[in-house]
């Protein structure tokens, strides 16, 4: 059974930095693209950034010269960077990944739990 787990949310003043980790563990035959996603309180979920399975990056304008995103491959795990934090980055974020598990024929979408983050005074 394949699971993605996050962790290194919490809470931040602004201007500080946080670093978001998943890690998908399971009968993982291959994983293609991870992301991550945000949503606050009263709005839509939103993409912050991607990484594909050969490092090609995509990042959100909020995002873009704050975050970065990386992948480690040996450890099926996806990082997320975040500096220079604002209270408008206050959202739950969510981890996604693209994989094939064993003895599937598809690729499935796979989501994390999600973990706060909040930026405050």
């Known amino acids: 059974q394949v699971q993605l787990v996050e962790s290194g949310g919490g809470l931040v003043q602004p201007g500080g930095s946080l670093r978001l980790s998943c890690a998908a563990s399971g009968t993982i035959f291959s994983i293609n693209a991870m992301a991550w996603h945000r949503q606050a309180l009263g709005k839509e979920r939103e993409l912050v950034a991607r990484?594909?399975?050969?490092?090609?990056?995509n990042y959100a304008d909020s995002a873009k010269g704050r975050f970065t995103i990386s992948r480690d491959n040996d450890k099926n795990t996806v990082y997320l960077q975040m500096n220079n934090l604002q209270p408008d980055d206050t959202a739950v974020y969510y981890c996604?990944?693209?994989?094939?598990?064993?003895?599937?024929?598809?690729?499935?979408?796979?989501w994390g739990q999600g973990t706060q983050v909040t930026v405050s005074s």
């Open positions: 990484v594909a399975s050969g490092d090609s990056t």
């Open positions: 996604n990944a693209e994989i094939k598990p064993y003895r599937y024929w598809t690729v499935r979408d796979y």
